[in-house]
């Protein structure tokens, strides 16, 4: 095949129609279980202003510093959002939704960009699903969002998995942490990467997260949070532990979990999956507490996570998990000749509304070569229809699995295959 001339863009993939029946199956299966949880659908544009994500991610991520797709076109500043979390908490603001009362549990699915170099599992527009719940610090709150995650992959039937939690503590906790933090690492900062070197003032927990080699030796040793959690983080994270106990959900706690994003306090949690390469995350979320306010809104405690749907799919294919069933068609409408044609073009609607699928051949092929074409369309029955047919007002309808024909009108041809088939 000659190279085309024009590809997608590096780290942005195509959804083909072989591929596209299992996204919408786990998409059909995300709005059940967020039903059945009650949560509701929040659905934002793709590009957001530029200061909202460099404000709400932070200014000294990887996602903002090196990732984000950001352009200007007039005076407006556009980047392509690289997570959900920031823009869900400017539509709460921008919206006043603390009015509608109560918490809000929003969910959503799509696409979010982030410049990586692409690899398996690692993509520039990729999917997400994900859910915030605004307005609760209650730990119910944490727990029903983990819950909610682990029940998506649990219908689905992945269940290799490592929940890893951590808590990250509130700002009282978390000063005096960084404060032990910068003490220990002082010493050493020298000999640790340059990265590191620059989180060291601003965000030194963020070190924790380095994947640089030469920073893992001073990482393995540093204090971890626990020991310096306040009466208050501690009670709380304390509560989530039992409450996910409560529900036999299995966690392991990792005191350097940090994630990588700015806005996370109290709770942070991960999901890890062995069936994954190196681009492990299946999930991750936790607790931004301070998030609403700083981006305008009035001081709203929140949690939420967010999982990659293409590395949902990648275990799914790891572990022989056909998220969709075999595509198929009810009917196959063959023809011969132009009258035929203008009967079935006129009887498929009918079909249709009797709630049936349907199609016919749309190129004037030959008979032989429709009856392939229903076979690779996975046909259930070919209606064929002739001229003879077309005279007497009779039709014959082909079982294709079992190569049963029989000669049926038309009315008898919808009630037997709707009685079958619906
Ligand atoms: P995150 O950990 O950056 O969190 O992303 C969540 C998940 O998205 C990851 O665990 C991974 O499965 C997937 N993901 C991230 N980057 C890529 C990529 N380049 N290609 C494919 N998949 C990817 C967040 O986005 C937070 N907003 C989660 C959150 C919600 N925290 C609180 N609320």
New binding site residues.
């Given amino acids: 095949m000659p190279k085309p001339k024009y590809t997608t863009h590096l780290?942005m993939v195509d959804i083909l129609p072989d591929e596209s029946p299992k996204w919408r199956a786990l998409e059909q299966i995300i709005h059940e279980e967020a039903a059945k949880f009650n949560f509701e659908e929040i659905r934002t544009p793709i590009m957001e202003q530029t200061e909202l994500i460099v404000r709400g991610?932070g200014q000294l991520t990887d996602?903002v510093s090196k990732?984000i797709f950001a352009f200007e076109k007039g005076d407006s500043h556009y980047v392509l959002r690289?997570?959900?979390?920031?823009p869900?908490v400017r539509a709460f603001v921008e919206h006043h939704m603390q009015q509608r009362g109560g918490s809000q549990k929003l969910y959503y699915i799509g696409p979010?960009f982030?410049a990586?170099k692409?690899q398996k599992?690692?993509?520039?527009q990729?999917?997400?699903f994900?859910?915030?719940i605004l307005g609760s610090d209650d730990p119910i709150a944490d727990v029903e969002c983990i819950a909610f995650m682990m029940r998506i992959y649990q219908r689905i039937g992945i269940k290799n998995f490592d929940l890893k939690l951590n808590s990250v503590g509130d700002p009282e906790s978390r000063e005096a942490y960084k404060e032990a933090l910068r003490a220990y690492l002082k010493p050493n900062l020298d000999e640790m990467s340059e990265l590191s070197q620059k989180r060291f003032e601003k965000n030194p927990m963020r070190i924790l997260d380095s994947k640089e080699e030469e920073d893992q030796p001073f990482i393995e040793q540093a204090p971890v949070i626990q020991d310096y959690l306040n009466e208050e983080s501690k009670e709380h994270f304390e509560k989530v532990k039992s409450y996910l106990d409560d529900l036999g959900i299995a966690y392991s706690l990792d005191p350097h979990l940090v994630?990588?994003?700015d806005?996370?306090t109290r709770t942070a949690f991960?999901?890890t999956s062995s069936d994954l390469g190196s681009?492990d995350?299946?999930?991750?979320?936790?607790?931004?507490d301070l998030l609403v306010e700083e981006v305008g809104g009035p001081s709203t405690p929140?949690?939420?996570?967010?999982?990659?749907?293409?590395?949902?799919m990648i275990a799914c294919e790891e572990l022989g998990i056909e998220l969709a069933e075999e595509k198929s068609v009810d009917v196959y409408f063959v023809t011969l000749g132009d009258a035929a044609r203008k009967w079935a073009l006129t009887h498929l609607p009918k079909t249709r509304e009797a709630g049936l699928s349907a199609t016919m051949d749309y190129m004037s092929r030959s008979m032989k070569a429709q009856m392939k074409d229903a076979n690779r369309e996975n046909a259930l029955y070919t209606l064929i229809i002739g001229d003879n047919e077309l005279n007497e007002g009779k039709f014959t309808l082909r079982n294709m699995k079992e190569s049963e024909e029989m000669p049926l009108s038309f009315d008898e041809i919808i009630e037997k295959l709707t009685k079958k088939l619906l």
């Avoid at 690289?82 to 920031?86: H, K």
């Avoid at 995350?281 to 931004?288: K, Q, S, W």
């Avoid at 929140?302 to 949902?312: K, N, P, Q, Y």
């Fill in positions: 780290g991610v996602i990732e690289p997570e959900l979390t920031a869900v979010m982030r990586e692409p599992g690692r993509q520039r990729f999917h997400q994900g859910l915030e994630r990588g994003m806005y996370y991960e999901l681009q995350a299946l999930a991750g979320g936790g607790r931004y929140a949690v939420g996570f967010a999982a990659g749907m293409e590395r949902l």
